[in-house]
């Protein structure tokens, strides 16, 4: 009878290990990452490759801090997640739906660094504490989870690195984490190369010209406006929704130019003043509906027209 619960104990621990293992990401495969129970976050698979990052000097709405253009080699795929995060999503998380969120924001103490300056957050971005409705869009769980700052983006994915750590799905020598600017325009782009990765605008994105028409709810500015649930445009070519548009998305870089040539993985300066963030916002005019277009803020700055998605990559 022991050698039999031995043999058991043994064929379950085997088991385990061969579950544990099959549930992790595949390369090559999008992956349902899961948050709880009942909700899950889906990323695509975004194959290594080299693609020229930044503007020509051609383009229609080119800054200047999109050149020199600079050839990118990516070594390594990684996973990108379908959409922004959502307010669902985030809960699931964090416990916290965005009014929850804003409430921590406005009545937060803690004086935090804006560009050398130490400030309150609802100082720096002029916010009335006794008033949430003021500073609040709509509030549905399929929309992208906004105020949000780049350290608490990346505590986010921290979080899941541990909790997928714990559960033996990481696959080894990745993590959740932001996107470098390198592979969010990569797989922004998704193999395209003009200003946009499709025909027109309007039919990818979110933004100035069309995120006011027949928008219903609290929202912001006259006509009323405010994001929209995630994947209501066409995804790229990759699959991936609301890249451009929508809100804008927090990188892992700190913000600085191009170096130009040739260059392999690169993630951003060692330090800096402001973090990048990419793709336009529903407030954004078209020249920021663009792969190539960029963007900058204090890394502690929340805001109604900034979220973040996040990434599987290669540990940097």
């Known amino acids: 009878m022991k050698n039999l619960l031995i043999h058991i104990t ?32 889906k990323l695509n698979w975004i194959p290594a490759g080299t693609f020229t990052m930044g503007s020509p000097e051609t383009e229609p709405g080119r800054k200047a801090d999109e050149g020199p253009q600079t050839v990118v080699t990516l070594s390594k795929g990684y996973w990108m997640a379908v959409t922004e995060v959502t307010i669902g999503q985030w809960k699931a998380v964090t416990g916290m739906n965005v009014r ?19 400030m309150l957050i609802r100082d720096f971005m002029s916010f009335d504490k006794n008033n949430p409705d003021k500073v609040l869009a709509n509030e549905n769980e399929e929309l992208p989870m906004y105020f949000v700052n780049w350290y608490e983006a990346m505590a986010f994915c921290k979080k899941l690195t541990e909790q997928e750590h714990t559960a033996h799905r990481l696959p080894k020598g990745y993590e959740y984490t932001l996107p470098t600017e390198a592979q969010w325009e990569y797989a922004c782009r998704a193999g395209t190369q003009g200003g946009i990765y499709t025909a027109t605008t309007d039919s990818i994105a979110w933004y100035g010209d069309n995120s006011g028409k027949n928008y219903t709810g609290k929202g912001f500015g006259n006509p009323v406006t405010g994001s929209r ?3 209501g445009k066409l995804p790229n070519q990759w699959g991936l929704y609301d890249m451009l548009g929508n809100l804008w998305e ?24 402001y973090k990048v963030n990419r793709g336009g916002s529903f407030g954004s005019g078209v020249n920021d509906e663009r792969s190539a277009d960029r963007a900058t803020n204090p890394p502690n700055e929340d805001s109604a027209w900034r979220g973040f998605r996040i990434a599987l990559c290669p540990v940097k």
């Open 100 to 118: 929850d969120k804003v409430n921590k924001l406005l009545s937060d103490t803690t004086h935090y660094d804006f560009m050398g300056k130490k």
């Open 229 to 231: 649930n995630v994947a």
């Open 10 to 41: 043994f064929l379950l621990f085997i088991c385990g290990s061969f579950a544990a293992h099959a549930q992790q990401p595949v390369k090559d495969k999008a992956w349902q990452l899961p948050l709880n129970a009942n909700t899950y976050l």
């Open 250 to 273: 927090w990188c892992y870089d700190w913000y600085g130019p191009y170096p130009g040539g040739h260059i392999t993985d690169p993630k951003g300066p060692a330090t800096g003043i």
